[in-house]
């Protein structure tokens, strides 16, 4: 699916899914009342686009110096990263599919790492899939909770590693 690398806008259906979204999150309260610490995105616009939208949290742009950093006032941090880029044409293919869990695996990793308790993560659907070990991928401005424990050091073995889901951790499409 090449176009999903391409770093455009949300179609016109998915701006009105992210403000049905937004609203429906907004009149909950969700980001508060969750105790949502840490927002983390994938630096494709329309991640970006949607945890502002739904979240009222995304990153200052590294190439648009009019872009600053938006956040709720009861987060304490928004990142993005390219871990939690789409998955890549080429890793579509079993031979660079290697790649992706890796990249997948290095996310978890770092997450682990994070002092946040609760996270929001902005990202895309078929990565999501591939890390959750899920049949189908989300549909687009689902919200999903997944308890999540940080997966021990990784050893080098011919063996699948199972990988525990983190606790306290939002996954947001």
Not at 112 to 124: K, L, S, Y
Request: net charge negative; charged share 25%; aromatic share 8%.
């Amino acid at each position: 699916n090449v176009s999903a690398q391409v770093d455009s806008d949300v179609s016109d259906v998915g701006e009105k899914q992210i403000v049905h979204m937004g609203e429906k999150l907004s009149e909950e309260n969700f980001v508060e009342s969750s105790g949502v610490e840490l927002v983390i995105h994938s630096p494709l616009l329309r991640a970006r686009q949607t945890s502002l939208g739904m979240l009222g949290c995304m990153t200052a742009s590294s190439t648009d110096d009019s872009i600053e950093e938006k956040r709720a006032a009861s987060v304490s941090r928004v990142a993005e990263t390219a871990l939690l880029l789409e998955k890549k044409p080429a890793e579509w293919t079993p031979m660079y599919f290697g790649q992706f869990k890796q990249r997948i695996s290095d996310f978890e990793a770092w997450l682990g790492n994070q002092p946040e308790e609760t996270i929001a993560i902005v990202g895309h659907s078929q990565y999501f899939k591939a890390m959750l070990g899920l049949p189908d991928k989300f549909g687009n401005c689902e919200v999903w909770k997944v308890d999540f424990s940080a997966p021990p050091p990784r050893e080098e073995t011919s063996e699948e590693t199972m990988i525990e889901i983190p606790s306290g951790c939002w996954l947001n499409l």
